[in-house]
């Protein structure tokens, strides 16, 4: 079975950014407001965090529940895993409590180096050295199920830049407009060259993107 690396339900505003400016504790997405950002995937029934029963059918619904499908190893930048800039802040496990949502081997691609730490199935690295070196840690990693790219925008853009991508899902929320910020694209058509696309309005609002190599 072949190996895949993927990138899925990644959110971008209207102009191509997957994060503003100013990120913090406080603000993990800088002055981008996550809530209008990613109201899409919080309104499906598949929606992990849901506390409530019901939520919306349909697309989205069934991207939101395929996120895990195979995946056996995730990779991101240091800014998606923690607002602390410079040496590593050791008492910092992330944004995502005792129980984080990925359920495999992460992989984070930092200069500030720590060893690495397990919060229930979750085990993260971190690891000084390019996109090509990392895949192949998450590959064998990965025990032959696909490699999740998981963001933010700057670290996408080094696998897109790398061609190291197989396939991308990015949604694109058309009413968001941030200005500044991490930027994955000033349009998608910077990726026709490379990948076949298809693209799918959604009842939410948000248009999906969704890339296969050619």
């Known amino acids: 079975m072949t190996q895949l690396v993927k990138v899925q339900n990644f959110n971008v505003s209207a102009d191509g950014f997957g994060a503003g400016v100013g990120q913090s504790f ?18 499906t029934a ?6 409530e029963p019901g939520g919306t059918r349909g697309l989205d619904d069934f991207l939101v529940r395929d996120f895990h499908h195979n995946i056996g190893a995730e990779i991101m930048g240091a800014n ?10 050791l008492d910092w496990q992330g944004w995502w409590g005792d129980e984080p949502p990925f359920h495999t081997p992460v992989f984070v691609m930092t200069h500030h180096l720590r060893p690495s730490f397990t919060l229930s199935d979750t085990t993260f690295h971190f690891v000084d050295a ?8 998450a590959r064998e ?5 696909d490699i999740r790219i998981g963001g933010g925008a700057t670290t996408v853009r080094e696998f897109l830049d790398a061609d190291l991508i ?8 058309p009413t968001v407009t941030l ?12 990726l026709l060259d490379r990948y076949h696309c298809d693209v799918v309005p959604s009842s939410s609002g948000v ?6 190599r050619r």
């Open 26 to 43: 406080e603000r993990p997405f800088g002055h981008a407001d996550p809530g209008t950002m990613f109201a899409w995937a919080g309104a």
């Open 46 to 51: 598949n929606w992990p965090n849901r506390t």
């Open 80 to 89: 998606k895993f923690s607002p602390y800039r410079g040496p590593a802040n």
């Open 130 to 137: 390019g996109p090509a070196e990392v895949l192949e840690l």
């Open 141 to 145: 990693a990965a025990q032959g199920k």
């Open 166 to 173: 197989d396939t991308l899902h990015i949604v694109v929320s």
């Open 179 to 190: 200005g500044e910020g991490s930027r994955l694209w000033e349009s998608p058509d910077e």
């Open 207 to 212: 248009i999906h993107h969704l890339f296969w």
